[in-house]
Every structure is written in structure tokens, then in C-alpha cells.
């Protein structure tokens, strides 16, 4: 009866390098205002179109001058310049600074053809219509040249770049208002099992409502993707195998869960292997909770056969799924897997299996403590008391109380 | 010329703590499905309009049975019941079973009556009609009892709780279909320059395009609040009040970034104080960037007024803005400020000021490096290159390399 479960498990990272040997997503382009690409990842490299400054800019507020004319000044002998009138922001400084005059100038404002320099108000003491210089400046001083910041034609922002607020600012302050991001993968989400009902109905005896298809949506979602929902297979091949199919062809990927009993997690492998070539890649992860996971490729498109399972199903897809997601997207790992915390309690594990240990995570003593949140196996809301996620490495036998662990938040 | 600018600056946890004395935001509630309210907040406690599960579920595929006829079962001494059939997933167990059978049944289906326990196939072995049992189970045994999960009017999740994956999860299992959750909240985003230009402008020489808007409304969609657009305040009263007043009307929050110069600072002050008392609380803020900023309430709404420098209006905007978001929201603040790393050079600051610092990233050596990305003041690039942010604390004179640091990823 169990035979058809006894397979192969792989580590996850293993695994996905398989499956990543046969999957070449090459997704679509599309062309935005960066003010609408929050958390979308750039396709292509972004020059700069102008340089920036365009003009020379002031960085203090101060008197625009020739600095020459400031050399040697001290408080005990100020330099004594006309103020000549004010740099109002946002207007052109047209009219060129004549020896012997400053120009009263406010931070980012224009430099006035003539001066080179910008001493700082500090620096300074007005007297009547002029301003003594108590310091010199050097030519230069204060001010940010043409294309200092930015030559024409520098690379802003590369391929791969997450947008995050300084980025679209980076570009919009370019002039940048149209950039290509690689358009947010669909992700299929079939649920099967026929004790499975949606949200919405009331379960007869022996039923129950289908949560995994909304928690991976929600994931997906998290993750930039747009999910897609394919509704309940039977435990019958045909109603299984024509959803999947429709699914398939829709999405970018494919997301199911199987049944409950043995011979409807047999059902999701036969439905994928007839999705077409080359089909399941792997069968079984060396991880707790998924190992009756399948990772699968079918004309092009990642399939992947969860675990019925709500946690296993959640915990699993966090881990194959958001690789991959990010895989599509082309941009690269996070800088930091988590947080380093302290493990409260010891923790059990076979070795040659990775457990995913769901912690709640605590400030004692200004340490950061990692403690288990235990369940019952296949309680959602286990999941629910927990700040993030721990893994007890493959080859551990356990991790004692006092370990320094990583977590992954979520 | 300096005189207005003159303050007295305060930590930014005593000024927020000084403004939430002055703002009892009481957001609006609306109901939503959960699988529409990822990353919202509940405004009320939600409790379980049923018990889970529902029925006597087993947690394993195997056989139902009556315990007492296991008593005593051996390899050695096999018990031997008669395999009445099966019961299927998603079916009611009408029929009770009869001494001396047993039912064959998967994880998560529903115990017939008369069933008080599974034994696991893996402890069973089949004799044509018949199923061998290899061992005892206790009565109860692999089974999950009707409420034991969770009782029926039982607190499922709290007020304040943030909904993710797993929360939508629970909710839906339960039959929740509909929650409480806050509103989102509107900010209003208005900048002030002579000087700036929308980002689509092609800037005359001496003009700028506008970014603070667009990088205040990234950081306010990334913390789930709606940006509302002002558009840009000419350096002149009655435009700037007037923008600012219908910003004020329509949204929660009111974000000014001011203009460059000390009179366009003055100006946002004085428009802040027209905007309704009690008016500005603090003028000044004990970091860098960020030191000339306003906290203020008006009228019921919080109403901060940031530097115009991009850099300086984006960091406090996060220090500032985000906490009082959450405050909106009913959110508890998270576990984790961030993660820790090794300062990789030292870092000079002024005691009694709090400096923050952006930096990137590097593991070396299997140690989490945070090396500061330095660069001009004021270029928003700057921060294109970090990975999160540091704060050198209030009373320290700096920090050297090799400290450990918590760096708040962005």
C-alpha cells in the first residue's frame, strides 16, 4: 500500500538545481513609470539619459563668488564683497557675476556664470549692503559640478535591481520615466482532495474547507506573483487532469496539492507526468515537514506537487517556490537569509533531513531568543504563533538549547 | 539669517511619543474576505464561529478499529479483524462499525462511529480479507477529537494582528469569511520648491525634478498606508496653504517636504500653524539627516513636515512616519528591529545626536559585515547602493569597526 511513496529524497538546494537544469523561463518585458514599479525587478540596465547635476548646483546656503577674491580673509581681516542680489530657487543665474560682488545663494541653487565658489552664511557677516568673508574658499568649494553626480550615459541602475523607493527616486531625479521590469510571474494554484470544499461552504460530516489554495495565494502574492485560481480537482483523474491542464497553460507555473490518502498523492504525479515532457524531476525532499514533494518541468513551465497538508504545503512552497519566483524575476538572493538568535530549547532531528522549525522569537536579557512553537502536525495555526522559520541542517542530529540559529522572518 | 533655525532638537522616540499625546487616530473599520486582507491589520478579535475539527479525524492513513480489540496485538501474536471496507475522503462515516472490523482509512478522514482509534498501516499487514494488527493502539490513538484544535467561540486571532498566509489560513479553515480590519491609511504627500518640477519636466537651467513625493509614496505604499498626491507648493503662502489645507482635508496624514531655503523652512512652519491647533510640537529632531524636521497634529491629524534633501526626507520619513503608521493600525511593533552585523569601519558622530547610516551588506568569513556606504549628502543614489540602515546611537561619540550593529534591512 505505502509502495508507491517509497522515492528518492534529495536536498532541497539539489533539487532545485534540477529542476533549474530544465526550466529557461524567459519572460515578458513591460514598459513602466517607475512610480508604478514598487518591488518590480529591472529587465535591462538603465543608463542615464542627462548628466546631473545639469547646472552647478550650490550644497551650502551661502554668497556665490569668485574665490580668488576670498584668499587670505580671516575674522581679524574679512574680505569685503557687494552682495549683489539673491539666487532665487528655480530661476537660471543668466547674468554673470562681476568682480567685487557676491550673490546671496540658497543650497541647490545655480551658480551665476563668474563664481566658482560658494562660502558658507556661517562664514560670513553682513554689513549693510556687503558681506564680510571671515574665511576663504577654495574654487570649487560648495558646489557639485555638472555631471558629478551622474556623467551622461553612466549606468544607474543594473538588470536584477529590486525597485525600492531610492531607486525610483534615483530614476524620476534622471529623468528616467519609463523603465522595462520583467512583468509579474502567474502562478497556477489547484487544490485536489474530495473532502475538500471552498471557504465559503459549510463542511458536512467528513469535509473539510480547502485553506491551501488561499495560503499560497497569499505567498505568491507576498512574492510579486499573480496567482491563479483553478479551483478543486476531484480525486478522479480526468476532473484533475483537465484543471491542471487549463492551469498549466495559463500560468508560468503550477502549484498543486494533493489529496490526503496515498493513492490521490499518486494521482498528482500521474496528472503531471501527462502535462507533458520531461515531467517529474524529483519525487521526495530531504526536508520535515514535504518530503513527498515533487518538483517537475512540463513544456517549459515549473510544476510543483505539494503536499496536501496546510503547514507542510506553506512551509515547503517557502522554500521551493520563492527560489524559483526569484529565479524568474532575475534578481539575485537577499543580502540576509534572517535574523541570529539564540536557540531556547533543544531540538530533535534525524540527519539527512532538513526540519523546518517554525520559532517565535523573544528579547531576553537584550538576546534574542529563538523558541519552537510545537503543534500538532498539520494545525494552520502553529504557523499562526510564529514569527519566522528555523532550519535544522541536513547533517545535524539536532540542535542543543544555547545554538546561535539563523531565522527567516515571515 | 540662521535665527529661525535655531531649535530645540529632541530624540525622535521622546517627539513621537510627545505627538501620540496629541493623536487618537480612530480609524474607520471595514470588512473584507481574508483572502482580500493580506497585510492588513484586524481591528478586532476574531473568535471561532465553530470547532475544528468538526468531526473524529484521523491523523494517519491505517485502519479504524475499536482500541480494545488491539489489546495485546504482537508480531509475535497478531489481532485479526476483518476489513469491512473503506472510507473514502470527503464521505460521512454513517454506519458504525461492528466488533471484530475495521475500516481502512487516510489522514484526515472522518472515524465511523464505534471507531475509537487508527492503527497505522506501517503496523498492519493484510490476509486476503483480513488485516493482521501488529501491535496495541490506546484508545484515542491517531485520532484528533471533535474541537480539539480549536473549541467552538475560542479567541482564533487578536486585534492588531497582521494577516498573513497562515492567518488567512486559520480564518478560512474556521469558516471566517469575513474580518475586521482597519482602513488603510491615506497620507497625503505635498513638496514645496520653486525650484522643482514634476519628474516628467524637462528642468530649465536652476530647476529640479520633485523626487521626495514619489520616494515618500513608495515608503508609504510599503507600509501599506494609500499615497494621495498634492502636487508641488510654489515657494509663496497662500499656494503652499492652500495644497497643503486640501491635502490635510482628505487624508489622515499630511507629509510636507519643505524647500530648500531657510525662508521656504519658515514657510512650511508657518503653514503647518495655519493648518489648525494644537499645531507644531517639536521642531527639530536629535538626528542626522533629518534635524530640521516638524512633528505637529492639526485638527486631529498628524501632520510631519521633512527636509527637502531626498536623502534626509526618506530616512526620517522611516524613522518617523513608519512608527506612527503602525500606531494607525493597531500593530504591536515587530519582534526583530533587524539584523545584527559587524561594523566593518569605524563611524565618527556627534554625542547626543543619533546618526543613521546607510550601508551594504557582505558576509566574509561566515560573519555579516554592515560596511557604510558613504556618499555626498543629498544624493539619492546613495542609498541605490545599501542594503539597510544603521543607527549610531544618541550617546555615543561613534562607533569603531568590529562593533556588533543591528542594521534595519530596507
Redesign the interface.
Known sequence: ??SAEFFNVQPVAQALQTLLGHWQPAPDVELLD??EA??RVLARDVHAPEEM???PRS?V?GYALRAAESFGASPALPALLRVAGEL??????DEALTPGNALLI?????LPPGADAVIM??RTQ?LGDDVELLAPVAPGENV?QPGE??ARGAL??GAG?TL???????L??A?V?HVSVRVRPRVAILSS????LP??A????????D??A??????V??AGGTPLHCGIAR?DFDDYFDRAQRGHAAADLLLLTA????S?RDLTRAVIERLGAPGVLQHGLAVRPGKPTLLAVCEGKAVIGLP???VSA?LVARQVLLPLLRHWSGAPPP??A???AVLGSNLASASGREDTVPV????RDGQ?LAEPVFG??????T??G??GLLQVPLDSGGLRAGTVVEVQ??
Open positions: 500500500m505505502e517607475p512610480r514598487r518591488a547635476p545639469a547646472f550644497t546656503d532665487r530657487m528655480g530661476e537660471a543665474a540658497h543650497t541647490g541653487g545655480m552664511l556661517e553682513t557639485l553626480d551622474v544607474l541602475l535591481q525600492r523607493a531610492q531607486e525610483i527616486g534615483g524620476l531625479a529623468g520615466t482532495g474530495d473532502e475538500l471557504p465559503e459549510t463542511p458536512a460530516p467528513g469535509q473539510i474547507r485553506i491551501n488561499h495560503t499560497l495565494a497569499a505567498l502574492s507576498e480525486d489529496g490526503s490518502s496515498v490521490a496536501g497538508n496546510p506553506l543580502p540576509v534572517g535574523v541570529r517565535r522569537l523573544l528579547e534574542l500538532k502536525s498539520g494545525l494552520i495555526f504557523l499562526v510564529a514569527d522572518l515571515f
